[in-house]
């Protein structure tokens, strides 16, 4: 479930839709969960699907650990790519936002961690990063990770109105992260390197 202080939005005729924060969103917000109510897809299901549901999971869907495909059931799935994306996934199934998110700002994702199947070219940000490949993840990990251990420790401190839906063992597992009893665990453990 995406943060309910979002609402989609046409962002211009090249992007089509985004997703815009309505309110103001702190860094170290959960600003989208899994939840009940997405859908998940083995490439077994997708091999075996109309080509027109193939290409709306491929547009719409991001891919797990196991290479499940996994579409959101809300706006989630309406998050665009950047290379200065100001929300980034954890291993805990939730992403945060690793910045200040402003009202009318959309929320952003780099799909270079979202294990895409084909490289393709993004925008031009200013950015040395000009394509977006499959294999991002093994490469930037380090610098995503570094910025999830930035943020994860404002957690607590900010309103984290998708809280409520994190399972008993997640919260655990942020609860022993904050206490300093587990490692944060790494954005490495999303990737999938297709067989």
Known sequence: MIHPHT???????????????????????ITWVLDELDRTFTPKQFQKMNELY?????????RNSSGNFVLCWDHGRFVNHS??????????DFEIAIRDIHPGEQLTDDYGYLNISMPFKAADEGTKRKMV?????????PEWDKKLEENFPKIPKVPQPLAPLLPKSVQKEIDAVLLGKKPLASILELYYKPK
């Open 54 to 62: 193939q290409d709306i999971l491929e547009t719409y869907s991001f």
């Open 83 to 92: 290379f200065k994306s100001n929300c980034l996934s954890t291993a805990y």
């Open 7 to 29: 609402e989609l939005s046409f962002i211009n005729d090249e992007i089509g839709h985004g997703v815009v924060a309505t309110q103001f969103i702190p860094a170290g917000t």
């Open 133 to 141: 490949y499959p294999d991002d993840l093994e490469k930037y990990y």
